[in-house]
Structures are given as structure tokens and as C-alpha cells.
């Protein structure tokens, strides 16, 4: 299943740890080209425990410490927000592709060479 929210706003992941609602979700794009609906923060995605693709491309996401729920993520785009590190990333052991372009970025960590699957 795929989750997009492009172009919309996407104020928060809500429902139970039980509920069934977003386990079948394995890709969710919330990329944003609008000034009035950005995603600052990451959470609650311990909901979505099968993503696989996570795009959040134009937002204004500060920290990605709130990924470890997402231990099978294999795509995560990040392009064009304000990330001055990629702090949080070391967790996701399945990512095969980081798009971290036009952030803040000035160093790697180097907790990087622990991702295995991704090709830099």
C-alpha cells in the first residue's frame, strides 16, 4: 500500500499500536512544495512498521533520531530541508538509497559505514 500526501496536509500519524490501519503501508511520500504545510518533526511511525519508502522532500524536517521504528526502510528521501546532520540513520540497516541533498549538512557521521546495503 502507498500513502501519498503530497500536496496535502499531513499534521500527524495517529491510531493504536494494535490497529491494523497503517501496517500494510510500505511507502508513504509526504514531499512538500508548499510554504504553509511542512513537516518539522518525525513521529509516530512505530504505526507503519512495513515502510519501506519514506519521502519528505521540502519540508522542514530537523532530526531523523525518530527512524529507528522504521528498521526495514530501504528508500529515504530528504532532499530540500534543514538537516545539519544525519544523526538517527545508523538504526536503519535495510536502507539501500539516501537522498540528504540541499540540507545543512557539513559532515557524514561515522556511524555511515554501518549501513551495509547503501551505495553511495
Known amino acids: 500500500s502507498v500513502l501519498y500526501m503530497s ?3 499531513l499534521c500527524r500519524l495517529t491510531g493504536s499500536k494494535s490497529s491494523d490501519d497503517l501496517k500494510h503501508v510500505k ?3 509526504a514531499e512538500s512544495s508548499r510554504s504553509d504545510s511542512k513537516i518539522k518533526t518525525i513521529e509516530n511511525l512505530d504505526l ?3 515502510l519501506r519508502s519514506l519521502n519528505l522532500r521540502g519540508n522542514v524536517v530537523q532530526s531523523l533520531k525518530p527512524l529507528s ?3 526495514m526502510l530501504q528508500e529515504l528521501i530528504l532532499a530540500d530541508n534543514v538537516l545539519t546532520k544525519l544523526d538517527g540513520i545508523e538504526h536503519l ?3 539501500k538509497k539516501l537522498d540528504a541533498s540541499r540540507n545543512r549538512i557539513s559532515r557524514l557521521p ?3 559505514d554501518k549501513l551495509q546495503n547503501l551505495s553511495v
Open 7 to 9: 500536496e496535502r496536509t
Open 48 to 50: 507503519v512498521p512495513n
Open 93 to 95: 540497516h535495510s536502507l
Open 69 to 71: 521504528p522504521v528498521s
Open 110 to 112: 561515522a556511524s555511515i
Open 27 to 29: 511507502s508513504l511520500n
